[in-house]
């Protein structure tokens, strides 16, 4: 097995052969597994959504259908929609809560973290629930607000709700690429804009906050392409009002077994995730090196 | 205390043609040839990007051959993965496993190897003996100094009883101090072990120091192979003459003149011993002298030798017992002069000053093209 | 790397440190509250979600593990979710050290690829991998789950798997090699053992993953194959009972016990090595 103290026998040479170990032969089985279990299955998806068509109809025929029905369209406006108000939600308690981690020491910093990634670990649906016991009409806000004396709200049902709800879970994603950003930035230059005479407000306006801003796109973009895939959130803190698309797909096939519409709205939503994804990639990079000020 | 004399001890190493190239660029490694003696103790020196830990690499078979052969006692090896070419090696930055203790460390090999336990205890002991670390067998890396673990790479890297050993810059993490007690610490080992031993470093002290033999490398080719003193005395070209010790240059043009050559520049004559290297016509060249074979004399004394030039003391700098005496030429060069206490003449900054040197102490070199001064 | 040391006191004017940590403490409260309040809803002794609970009671526990459906619903999820994490631990860590080599645009295709179940809406997996499911039959069955469920939980696995080896020393794997070590043997000698938290983390995470799973598990699941998120989902219109919360209690004792376990066996790894 090893070359013995002094001799190399031929034989041993020519059994080693080129030893060029490829490590990324490794790859190879987990992307079969994958093409099998999961690209195939969306491929399949796409495929059923312009061919399982009425007889006579075109391939599009599922395509028509969705952009043509006034309340689909509304249903997926409402989800693009929903998604972007959680973005800027999220963006907003983000940045305070990176800044927060960014200057915690020690201990702290891992406090805040583990808060924040706490709702990632929890059940989707423990995760609601709660929610529907806080924001119930006899739930614990409005006990609150009784014992203050103001008015019960019934929250429960509405965008607000089903915004909390699906902020909770999506602000890790926001949080931590804020806060990689924010960790790259030289602290030499905010004390050179200091020592230039820039009040600090001032200072964090103009060289901080921009230098933090490829984070902030990053997670912002993160969050949104998630928010359109949010399905048990809305379905148990929102109302009929606040359907989003995952559910109007899921009842496609789960109550309709309309597979041709099923498939041609998770097509569209694929499209849209990707799209925007592709698009918020390319904004990030070219963000990245227009502004540099990483630390040297 | 000695491990028992492996048989056969060191093996000899043929480096033929080795070249390494990445992708267009100019060869790292550019047709190195070189062979080492069992038992030798080899330095390769020079800067970085020189080529020394490519080579080293390829010896060792992290780094892919371009073309060229390796053989170590006299079977080739170059296309065998490290794994199996039972060569052992201590790296820059150590490279003990962190998750292991010193024991544990120094027996991976062995039990690698499929060695018996009871061997393995009885090896390991012998080993830790030999480098004085006994007592922290069950320490972990951590909780050792930068010396301490130094040693127990090393051990880890003999304990299997390899018939070459490599070392790529294995002091340079460690202070002065320390770093000159473990240059010591490993000729010991050496002249103990009596196995090949490859070492490479960008410190030319650290090479004359520890070295049979020193394989000096630029720009991928060798520049010079040679002992301590070849290189010392005898550089072949001015990068050696500046890479290793101090040297001062005068440059200028020169000829033969009977049995001796001759540099002639604005601020004399200058003989040097006859060289192969100089082709008898009038061609550009420079001499090299080592500081401490000049002497600083008054300039109203004469001087026995053929070698003298006038110039005034720039700085005089007290080194220990020793002191150095930094001198300007005419021509605006400066030169260094290093003296014992009992050749030291009271010379003061501004004097004006005679330097002499005998002839054997130049070397005449080849200028280089468009490199006067590397 | 004390980024805090480095930003001028000005910025840490008292008022604006306490609006900072106040703010902090404010969202880190809205974000356990709900979890917490939980709890005590498990022990409610009214038959309703009405808060606050009326008097004290554990039968909601009693119900729950003696109930069929609940019990079936919890060895199912959980046998389902351990299986996947073998799976998903094994192919995660082939995919992160197959990754590890390669750089630029092929390496930013593949781990996007391989990271995509994670960002891509699991309704949109679900339709594909049940239309091709009921074509070969692993609809309501313990495979399908396992399969589909792998697929999902894997790209965990990769992230934290490649962290780990980012920060791992490759001249180690060097050193094992000049020992005369595999690289069979290398690899479980020396990487194994250095990247273990990061594989650890990384089977908690996939774990949770299938365990919570909601979307595929309802598409892919049958009247004998009802998940616990699945069975909660339904019991919250269907039941109004606080069995729920006790089912919630549960999951977030097990699972915090669960994250505890893990950070502290990696800590103890990453203080010089107690094996």
Known sequence: MHLPSGTTSPDAVRRAGRWR???????????????????????????????????????????????????????????????????????????????????????????????????????????????????????????????????????????????IGMAQVLLPFAVLPIYTAMQKIDPNLVRAALMLGARPIVAFTTVFLPLSLTGVFAGAFLVFVLSLGFYVTPAMLGSARETMLPQLIFRQIDELLAWGHASAMATVLLLTTVGILVAGALLTRTLRHRIGGTRP | MSLPAATGLGAPLSIRNLTKRYADNPPAVDDVSLDIEAGEFVTFLGPSGSGKTTTLGMVAGFTEVTSGHILLANQPIEELPPHRRNIGMVFQSYSLFPHMNVFDNVAFPLRRRGVGKAEIKARVGRVLELIQLSDKADRFPTALSGGQQQRVALARAIVFEPRLLLMDEPLSAL?????????????????????????????????????????????????QVGTATDLYEHPQSLFVANFLGDSNILQGEAHTDHNAHVLVNACGRFLAPPTPRFAGARAPAAISVRPERMRVLPITQTCDDPNRVVARVSQIIYVGASRKVEVTLPDGSLMRVREQPRDQVDVREGEEVAVCWPASASTLLPLEQGRASV | METQR???????????????????GLVAFSLIAPLLIIIPMSFSGADSFAFPPRGLSARWYVNLFTSESWTRGMLQSFGIASVVTVLSVVLGTLAALGLSRLKGIPQATLSGLLMSPMILPAVVSGVGVYAVFLKWHLTASYLGFVLAHTALATPFVLTTVAAALKGFDRTLEYAAASCG???????????????????????LFAFIASFDEVVIASFLGGPELKTLPVQMFTSVYVDSDPTLAAVSTVIIAVTSLAIFAIMRSNQARSVGGSH
């Open chain 1, 21 to 163: 170990f490829t490590r990324t032969a490794l790859v190879v089985p987990v992307l079969l597994f994958f093409a099998a279990f999961f690209l195939y299955p969306m491929a399949m998806m796409v495929a059923k959504g312009l061919t399982d068509t009425p007889a006579g109809a075109g391939s599009w025929a599922n395509f028509a259908w969705f952009f043509d029905d006034e309340a689909n369209m509304r249903i997926y406006r409402h989800t693009l929609w929903t998604a972007l108000r959680v973005t800027l939600f999220c963006v907003l308690v983000a940045y305070p809560m990176a800044y927060a981690m960014l200057r915690a020491k020690g201990a702290w910093k891992l406090a805040i973290l583990g808060v924040v990634l706490l709702p990632f670990w929890t059940s989707a649906v423990v995760r609601n629930f709660a929610w529907v016991v806080i924001l119930q009409d006899r739930g614990v806000l409005n006990y609150l607000l009784a014992l203050v004396g103001i008015a019960p709200v019934s929250i429960l049902g509405t965008s607000t709700a089903v915004t």
């Open chain 2, 175 to 223: 202070d002065k101090k320390l770093r000159e007690q473990m240059q010591l610490e490993i000729r010991r080992l050496h002249k103990e072990l009596q196995i090949t031993f490859i070492f490479v470093t960008h410190d030319q002290e650290e090479a004359l120091v520890m070295s049979d033999r020193i394989a000096v490398f630029r720009d991928g080719r060798l520049a």
């Open chain 3, 6 to 24: 480095a930003f001028p006191q000005q910025f840490a004017r008292r008022s604006g440190a306490i609006a900072l940590y106040g703010f902090a």
């Open chain 3, 181 to 203: 070590a595999t690289p069979v043997a290398t690899f479980f000698h020396v990487t194994l053992p250095l990247i273990r938290p990061g594989l650890a983390s990384g089977a």
